[in-house]
């Protein structure tokens, strides 16, 4: 098993351009998640999902859209990057039920000049 | 809404010395999760180790091991004889048992082994 594998690990954007981060997770998890990481501020969740079609807003969702059309894929776009978003993207997926657990992808790190 | 605290944003040890990581947290709700994520320079996320709330017994894993005070809400991490593998940092994360399971992250600690 892959477990949680992320597209692409790094990216470099002008301001205004836009791009798709995707996610797959192939352990066929309900719920998958967007994180973004800062320096001294932690990982804050952006948009989350329970299941096929279904997506949420989280702590900081402004500037990001997200979809969710397969179990195993959750995308994250970004329409007009701005440098505010330079940041390391984390995807995470849990099961709905049994042991309470995100599982990480290695990390997308984006930078937006 | 929920709010994780790490307030040592470094933190330096002596290998083979034991180490206390500090976390509070704030949260209206009686039932959750505590959390404990190692992230190495390769940047990926590693559970750590686990707690739940209603668990009055604090949880160990091997030389990890924590300290929870439900009232006091606060959710320490103890490593014993650290290695140097250990360097990394160290999140401290709530999570909810209602709907989707969200985490909220602390800042997180930086964790260096002196040899």
Same mark, same amino acid.
């Given at each position: ?21 995707l996610?797959?997770q192939?352990?066929?998890?309900e719920?998958?998640y ?5 320096p001294g501020?932690?990982l ?10 279904t997506t949420?807003k989280g702590?900081?969702p402004?500037g990001y859209?997200v ?8 995308l994250?776009?970004?329409?007009s ?28 790190r984006?930078?937006?000049? | 809404a ?11 040890v002596q290998?083979?010395?034991t180490v206390t ?5 704030d ?5 959750y999760?505590? $959390? ?10 590693i @559970? +750590?180790?686990r =707690?739940?709330?209603?668990k009055?017994? #604090?949880a160990?894993e091997?030389r ?16 014993s ?9 160290? $999140? ?5 048992i209602?709907?989707?399971?969200? @985490? +909220?992250f602390? =800042? ?5 082994? #002196?040899?």
């Amino acid at each position: 098993n892959a477990g949680v594998t992320q597209t692409p690990k790094f990216r470099v954007l002008k301001t205004g351009q836009s791009m798709t981060l995707l996610c797959a997770q192939d352990m066929n998890h309900e719920y998958m998640y967007w994180y973004r990481q800062d320096p001294g501020m932690g990982l804050r969740l952006i948009h989350y999902s329970v299941g096929e079609g279904t997506t949420a807003k989280g702590e900081v969702p402004d500037g990001y859209n997200v979809s969710r059309l397969k179990k195993q894929n959750f995308l994250l776009g970004l329409e007009s990057a701005a440098p505010s978003q330079t940041s390391v993207y984390f995807c995470a997926s849990s099961p709905r039920t049994g042991f309470y657990e995100q599982y990480f992808g290695p990390g997308t790190r984006l930078t937006v000049t | 809404a929920q709010t994780v605290t790490q307030s040592q944003p470094e933190m330096s040890v002596q290998e083979a010395e034991t180490v206390t990581l500090s976390c509070t947290y704030d949260t209206s709700e009686s039932d959750y999760y505590l $959390f404990w994520y190692k992230q190495p320079p390769s940047r990926q996320m590693i @559970l +750590v180790i686990r =707690q739940e709330a209603y668990k009055q017994q #604090n949880a160990t894993e091997n030389r990890f091991s924590v300290n929870f005070q439900k009232a006091a809400k606060s959710f320490s991490l103890k490593i014993s004889d650290s290695q140097l593998g250990d360097a990394a940092m160290y $999140f401290c994360a709530w999570g909810g048992i209602q709907g989707a399971q969200k @985490l +909220v992250f602390g =800042q997180g600690t930086r964790l260096t082994i #002196n040899p």
